[in-house]
């Protein structure tokens, strides 16, 4: 009994939060959000450097072989910088489902994406994609990319996608699409985390009626609710990496959705009229944590799946 | 990183679990706050000692079988699932012993423990007073010095005083240097619940018994060898008893993961697609229960502390048992008001947001010490 990351997985977590840290990834989505994707695709590489996208890929086919808790390790720290583009897509999801050369090229750094209807029914930045598929009931398929439409996450580009051919697969897609559902649970526990720290500093320095607004019960008690909800959290993302049956992964997608978005709300409402502008950099983790929270899987389909795990068995 | 049983730790799992089920009782007991409860929860520590289960983490001199925390969450687990019954001694084994452990002599770790893990001498917590409550630390009740005798003589009132009314010790402060600041000057008392001037009052808890009582003091003595900790450090050595409370020690998951697979076991029976939600919250959260305690024992084999993390740890548990509660008895739907066993743990599950400190202190712990926000003025001092 070891739950605690070890030294080696903290030192990779750490790493890549230094080198996001260095990477004023405020500019990077902003730029990506309207339309400038040159500097997040110069963060891609780097990133896939330090084997982001290669994680989910055996050895022999050119990945790191590591376990789901690097990836989460890696999508926290993703999460926490908002850092854009088809991350979970291409690292979590096709990583694990495709085959062959594609998935070589993917742990060399490619940018791919894919649509899976119906719990992801668009390619999530095809724009900048090499390649693009989409989940079919006989497997992946490449698609080719049809319009764009408009998230609530600015960094986000979506795109309607129509199959093509049939595309080499590992035929995993079921467990593709639960390291995708951990993967966005994780990235949302980094958000969480990002926003309840913003939220902290600001309450330390805005002062009404003579004192720092953080020192009042009504602010401390909505902080406080939000660090217990992460703290809980997080060892359901680590016990899904741990052992990622369909019900842990849900329970962590669950769980890290609610605890990221009372970050998100309780950030807002902490931060006042400042947090609810776009000029002021929370509005990119707010966005992004409502469309996480639906993304790869609602609660509700999440919710659906653990009852049905239970009452069934 | 794992969530591996060892071979030993599954052996001793496998001998809690053989051994529970050949002695939990059939029916639940009656409960431990009326007379026969009382007797009937008492014979069952003696049995739960005489294999050794009733401190399984202490050490073998005390009855126990020196079981590392993991073996303790694990018995806990097992315990519970078991259905077994609740533990009259909790307030001793759980709140107390760790103290006495950390701050007892030797004399007293002698005098105190065995009988404390037997079951033969039950400890009643004495800790709030009528004027302090969460402000635990204007506590008004005295101890004199009396140099002659050796001790000192203890006058006053506390009150919700768990276990009260039957227990044989009982545990708390008392200011024994009214000069020194709020909380310098207390002094942690350990007492037998029948010394001359103590007398007890009986309050009836919302379920009608007498879970708690009202302890007043009128000239109590108490020897120099029946004070825990240094005269006048009272506060410190109180304090780990409340990071205990909060923590680990006497909620553990076993209790909640029962619990939950109990309410899924009862909404299989009566199925309401209204209700799934609640029940899956339910079943996550006593799951992100069981996973975080992994986490803390962890920390705490590796040389961690509990600190702050113990508020965290006890707003989540005690809502969680709240939640837990009334989603049975909404499954139950009109027969939610009639007597069973989830209405008792539902009336007994009210009472966590309030002891061990009110989950509004808690989340000012929380605020304050993980955070880091500025503390709030108080208001006037004494």
Same mark, same amino acid.
């Given at each position: 009994?070891?739950?605690?990351? &070890?030294?080696?997985?903290?030192?990779?977590?750490?790493?890549?939060?230094?080198?996001?840290?260095?990477?004023? &990834?405020?500019?990077?989505?902003?730029?990506?959000?309207?339309?400038?994707?040159?500097?997040?695709?110069?963060?891609?590489?780097?990133?896939?450097?330090?084997?982001?996208?290669?994680?989910?890929?055996?050895?022999e086919a050119g990945g790191m072989d590591a376990t789901p808790v690097e990836l989460v390790v890696a999508f926290e720290a993703l999460g926490r910088h908002a850092v854009p583009g088809p991350w979970v897509e291409t690292a979590a999801?096709?990583?694990?489902?495709?085959?062959?050369?594609?998935?070589? +090229?993917?742990?060399?750094?490619?940018?791919?994406?894919?649509?899976?209807? $119906?719990?992801?029914?668009?390619?999530?930045?095809?724009?900048?994609?090499?390649?693009?598929?989409?989940?079919? @009931?006989?497997?992946?398929?490449?698609?080719?990319?049809?319009?764009?439409?408009?998230?609530?996450?600015?960094?986000?580009?979506?795109?309607?996608?129509?199959?093509?051919?049939?595309?080499?697969?590992?035929?995993?897609?079921?467990?593709?699409?639960?390291?995708?559902?951990?993967?966005?649970?994780?990235?949302?526990? *980094?958000?969480?985390?990002?926003?309840?720290?913003?939220?902290?500093?600001?309450?330390?320095?805005?002062?009404?009626?003579?004192?720092?607004?953080?020192?009042?019960?009504?602010?401390?008690?909505? #902080?406080?609710?939000?660090?217990?909800?992460?703290?809980?959290?997080?060892?359901?993302?680590?016990?899904?990496?741990?052992?990622?049956? !369909?019900?842990?992964?849900?329970?962590?997608?669950?769980?890290?959705?609610?605890?990221?978005?009372? +970050?998100?709300?309780?950030?807002?409402?902490?931060?006042?009229?400042?947090?609810?502008?776009?000029?002021?950099?929370?509005?990119?983790?707010?966005?992004?944590?409502?469309?996480?929270?639906?993304?790869?899987? &609602?609660?509700?389909?999440?919710?659906?799946?653990?009852?049905?795990?239970?009452?069934?068995? | 990183?794992?969530?591996?049983?060892?071979?030993?730790?599954?052996?001793?799992?496998?001998?809690? /679990?053989?051994?529970?089920?050949?002695?939990?009782?059939?029916?639940?007991?009656? @409960?431990?706050?009326?007379?026969?409860?009382?007797?009937?929860?008492?014979?069952?520590?003696?049995?739960?000692?005489?294999?050794?289960?009733?401190?399984?983490?202490?050490?073998?001199?005390?009855? *126990?079988?020196?079981?590392?925390?993991?073996?303790?969450?694990?018995?806990?687990?097992?315990?519970?699932?078991?259905?077994? !019954? *609740?533990?009259?001694?909790?307030?001793?084994?759980?709140?107390?012993?760790?103290?006495?452990?950390?701050?007892?002599?030797?004399?007293?770790?002698?005098?105190?423990? $065995?009988?404390?893990?037997?079951?033969?001498?039950?400890?009643?917590?004495?800790?709030?007073?009528?004027?302090?409550?969460?402000?635990?630390?204007?506590?008004?009740?005295?101890?004199?010095?009396?140099?002659?005798?050796?001790?000192?003589?203890?006058?006053?009132?506390?009150?919700?005083?768990?276990?009260? @009314?039957?227990?044989?010790?009982?545990?708390?402060?008392?200011?024994?240097? $009214?000069?020194?600041?709020?909380?310098?000057?207390?002094?942690?008392?350990?007492?037998?619940?029948?010394?001359?001037?103590?007398?007890?009052? !009986?309050?009836?808890?919302?379920?009608?018994?007498?879970?708690?009582?009202?302890?007043?003091?009128?000239?109590?003595?108490?020897?120099?060898?029946?004070?825990?900790?240094? $005269?006048?450090?009272?506060?410190?050595?109180?304090?780990?008893?409340?990071?205990?409370?909060?923590?680990?020690?006497?909620? @553990?998951?076993?209790?909640?993961?029962?619990?939950?697979?109990?309410?899924?076991?009862?909404?299989?029976?009566?199925?309401?697609?209204?209700?799934?939600?609640?029940?899956v919250d339910a079943w996550i959260k006593a799951e992100a229960y069981r996973l975080y305690t992994w986490g803390t024992v962890t920390r705490l084999a590796d040389g961690g502390e509990m600190g702050a993390a113990g508020s965290v740890?006890?707003?989540?548990?005690?809502?969680?048992?709240?939640?837990?509660?009334?989603?049975?008895?909404?499954?139950?739907?009109?027969?939610?008001?009639?007597?069973?066993?989830?209405?008792?743990?539902?009336?007994?599950?009210?009472?966590?947001?309030?002891?061990?400190?009110?989950?509004?202190?808690?989340?000012?712990?929380?605020?304050?010490?993980?955070? *880091? #926000?500025?503390?709030?003025?108080?208001?006037?001092? /004494?």
């Amino acid at each position: 009994m070891n739950f605690e990351l &070890t030294d080696e997985q903290r030192a990779f977590g750490d790493a890549l939060d230094k080198l996001l840290v260095s990477a004023d &990834t405020v500019a990077v989505a902003r730029a990506w959000a309207e339309g400038d994707t040159g500097p997040g695709l110069a963060l891609w590489s780097r990133l896939a450097e330090q084997g982001v996208t290669a994680l989910l890929v055996p050895e022999e086919a050119g990945g790191m072989d590591a376990t789901p808790v690097e990836l989460v390790v890696a999508f926290e720290a993703l999460g926490r910088h908002a850092v854009p583009g088809p991350w979970v897509e291409t690292a979590a999801y096709l990583a694990t489902e495709l085959a062959g050369a594609a998935r070589e +090229a993917i742990a060399e750094g490619a940018v791919a994406t894919v649509a899976v209807p $119906p719990h992801t029914p668009y390619a999530l930045d095809a724009d900048v994609a090499a390649q693009v598929y989409v989940a079919a @009931s006989d497997g992946v398929r490449t698609a080719t990319v049809g319009e764009q439409v408009g998230s609530v996450d600015l960094a986000r580009h979506l795109f309607r996608v129509e199959a093509g051919g049939v595309h080499d697969t590992a035929d995993r897609a079921a467990e593709a699409f639960d390291l995708a559902a951990l993967a966005t649970a994780a990235q949302l526990l *980094g958000a969480g985390e990002r926003v309840l720290a913003e939220a902290v500093t600001y309450a330390k320095q805005r002062r009404q009626f003579g004192r720092e607004i953080g020192s009042y019960q009504a602010i401390k008690h909505q #902080l406080a609710d939000v660090r217990i909800a992460l703290d809980f959290a997080r060892p359901l993302v680590l016990g899904a990496a741990v052992e990622p049956t !369909p019900r842990a992964v849900s329970a962590a997608k669950v769980m890290a959705g609610d605890a990221a978005y009372l +970050a998100s709300r309780t950030a807002l409402q902490v931060h006042g009229a400042i947090g609810y502008t776009q000029e002021f950099d929370l509005s990119i983790w707010i966005t992004k944590i409502r469309a996480l929270v639906t993304a790869w899987g &609602t609660p509700a389909f999440h919710r659906a799946r653990i009852l049905q795990s239970l009452v069934g068995a | 990183m794992d969530l591996q049983l060892t071979e030993s730790e599954l052996a001793f799992q496998a001998e809690a /679990r053989a051994w529970l089920a050949a002695n939990v009782p059939n029916e639940p007991l009656p @409960s431990m706050d009326t007379e026969e409860g009382w007797r009937l929860h008492q014979e069952w520590e003696a049995r739960l000692t005489a294999d050794r289960w009733s401190v399984v983490s202490w050490p073998k001199s005390y009855h *126990g079988r020196e079981a590392s925390l993991v073996e303790w969450v694990i018995f806990e687990e097992e315990y519970y699932r078991a259905g077994a !019954p *609740g533990r009259v001694s909790q307030n001793g084994i759980f709140l107390l012993a760790p103290i006495i452990f950390d701050h007892g002599t030797q004399e007293q770790q002698d005098r105190f423990l $065995p009988t404390m893990a037997s079951g033969e001498k039950i400890w009643a917590q004495c800790w709030s007073e009528p004027e302090a409550g969460s402000d635990l630390a204007s506590l008004k009740s005295t101890a004199r010095r009396d140099d002659e005798r050796g001790g000192w003589v203890l006058n006053g009132q506390k009150i919700w005083c768990s276990r009260a @009314s039957y227990a044989h010790w009982g545990f708390g402060l008392f200011r024994s240097d $009214p000069s020194a600041q709020k909380h310098a000057g207390l002094t942690y008392f350990l007492f037998p619940m029948d010394a001359e001037g103590i007398t007890v009052r !009986p309050i009836a808890q919302l379920d009608g018994e007498a879970g708690f009582a009202e302890v007043f003091y009128d000239d109590v003595f108490v020897p120099d060898s029946d004070v825990l900790g240094a $005269p006048g450090d009272g506060w410190r050595v109180a304090m780990s008893t409340a990071g205990n409370e909060r923590g680990l020690s006497l909620r @553990s998951p076993g209790r909640f993961c029962a619990a939950a697979d109990r309410l899924v076991d009862l909404y299989r029976e009566r199925p309401d697609v209204r209700m799934g939600d609640a029940v899956v919250d339910a079943w996550i959260k006593a799951e992100a229960y069981r996973l975080y305690t992994w986490g803390t024992v962890t920390r705490l084999a590796d040389g961690g502390e509990m600190g702050a993390a113990g508020s965290v740890n006890k707003v989540w548990w005690s809502e969680l048992d709240i939640a837990l509660h009334e989603t049975a008895l909404d499954l139950l739907g009109p027969e939610a008001e009639v007597e069973s066993r989830w209405l008792d743990g539902y009336t007994f599950a009210l009472s966590g947001p309030i002891y061990a400190g009110t989950n509004e202190i808690q989340r000012n712990i929380i605020a304050e010490r993980i955070l *880091g #926000l500025p503390r709030e003025p108080k208001g006037a001092q /004494r």
